[in-house]
Structure formats: C-alpha cells, structure tokens
C-alpha cells in the first residue's frame, strides 16, 4: 500500500534526529541558557560549510563578599546531539593528568593547580574514554562518535574568541569559558571495558569524558595540536553535567573575586 503524504512526513521526521536535536534544546532553555541553532562555519581542512547541532551560552553572575557586582562568566558549550542506534564500546584508562591539570588553567586562567581548582569536573575522576568503536564496523570517518567530537571541536576552534550570542552588554563579560559536549539520548547501547583488566564490559551509567589529542588547521590554515576533554552526557543527566558546570564557574569567580 502507498504511504500517504503524511506518513511519509512522519517518517522523515523520526528518521532524521532533529527531535533529540529539539529535546536538547528546550531543557538548555529551560534552564536558563541562550541557545544557537545549527550554525554553520567553514571547515579549515575541506573549505566546505558545516554545521553544529548547537551552541549554547549562560551568562552567571559573580559578586564581591561584600555583594558587589563584579562582572559575568560566560559559558560557552559546542554541542553534538546524538541518537545512539547501535552499540558503542568504550575503553578506558588513566587521564593524563598533566595535560588535564594545563587544560584547566588555560580555562580558567588560574596560574597554578591548587585546592580551587580541584572541584573542577575534568578533575575529579582519573578515568577517562581513550578508544571507541561501534558495532557497525564502519570505517573511522564514518563513526557516529568519530564525527561528533569532529563537529564538536572543530566548530569550538572556529568559533573560539567569537562574540556572545546572549542579548546583554558585552562589557560585563569577564571571562568566557568553552566545552566541548555530545549529548546522548541515553546511555542504554554505551558499554565500557577497562585497559588492562580482565572484567567483563559494562554498560555506561554515568556521564564521563572522552580524551582527545586532536590535530587540525587553524584559521591561518597552520597546523595546531591541542589536547580536549569531550564531556559525553546523557540526556537523562544533563541537570548533573549544569552542576558540575557551575562548580567550575565557582573556581574562575573565586580568582576573579581575589583580582
């Protein structure tokens, strides 16, 4: 029997991803963020327009003790939303956590590790997802997760330094922090195994990293090599991820308080 224009419609609609695409954006919303919708930029490598799923901005106010009003810290995420068909295999193994410890102060332009900055998500496990692959046995490019961190960073490195997308004075703005994100429907088909032990894999239950010493173009087409942590957060937890988000905010107020 021919479908009828409508189930075609239909069809489209729940093969294309855009729902998740849709869900993630009205509970950044929800919680108070300004969100950007499918940017595109120009890939350094190719010279073609790509896109992000999202770019999400919160402004938080920092304060004196005293209450006075001292500027805002901006957050900024680069987010990949994903629909998880299939199953994934993580491994994990130790952070580097000398690369971890630089990471975090060239975010939050602390000069030296100390007891502040140790409530720092990417500070708080030294387990982390190094190698990945799918049950599809598709080729690397080809990747659901290849191409999500690919998205993910390159249009941080693209955007990085742009201006905010959030309706308010951009002379408040003391700092501007950027991440990294894939965002998961759930976690259910994400399975991990441990580098170096004999236990069986187990499924994925709670957010988590993914580490990544990523070569690309910068803008003046010369070739860079940066180490990032990809925060992988499922749908269910992203009031957990915000959380831990504030908590670093905290460490950049706190330096910004004692400036």
């Avoid at 919160?58 to 629909?83: P, S």
């Avoid at 894999?201 to 070569?215: C, G, K, R, T, W």
Wanted: proline share 2%; hydrophobic share 35%.
């Amino acid at each position: 029997m021919k479908k009828s224009d409508i189930e075609q419609v239909k069809e489209i609609i729940a093969n294309s991803g855009n729902n998740f695409h849709c869900k993630v954006l009205g509970r950044l919303k929800e919680k108070g963020w300004t969100v950007l919708i499918s940017p595109y930029y120009n890939d350094n490598v190719s010279d073609k327009p790509r896109e992000i799923d999202l770019i999400a901005e919160k402004a938080f106010d920092i304060k004196r003790l005293n209450g006075d009003f001292i500027g805002t810290v901006n957050v900024k995420l680069f987010i990949e939303c994903k629909y998880i068909p299939q199953k994934i295999v993580f491994w994990f193994y130790n952070k580097d956590r000398v690369k971890a410890e630089h990471l975090v102060l060239k975010t939050t332009s602390l000069k030296e590790i100390n007891i502040h900055t140790k409530d720092h998500h990417y500070l708080r496990n030294d387990n982390v997802a190094k190698l990945f692959a799918d049950e599809k046995k598709q080729k690397t490019e080809n990747e659901l997760f290849y191409k999500a961190l690919t998205q993910s960073l390159n249009s941080l490195v693209y955007y990085r330094g742009s201006k905010s997308i959030i309706s308010r004075d951009t002379k408040f703005i003391k700092y501007t922090v950027d991440y990294p994100v894939i965002i998961c429907n759930d976690f259910n088909s994400l399975y991990r195994v441990d580098i170096g032990s004999n236990d069986e894999p187990s499924v994925i239950n709670d957010n988590f990293q993914l580490e990544v010493n990523y070569a690309y173009l910068d803008l003046s087409k010369k070739n860079s090599n940066e180490y990032f942590l990809i925060d992988i957060v499922s749908y269910d937890k992203i009031d957990t991820f915000l959380d831990d988000l504030q908590a670093d905010v905290n460490i950049v107020g706190f330096f910004l308080q004692h400036t």
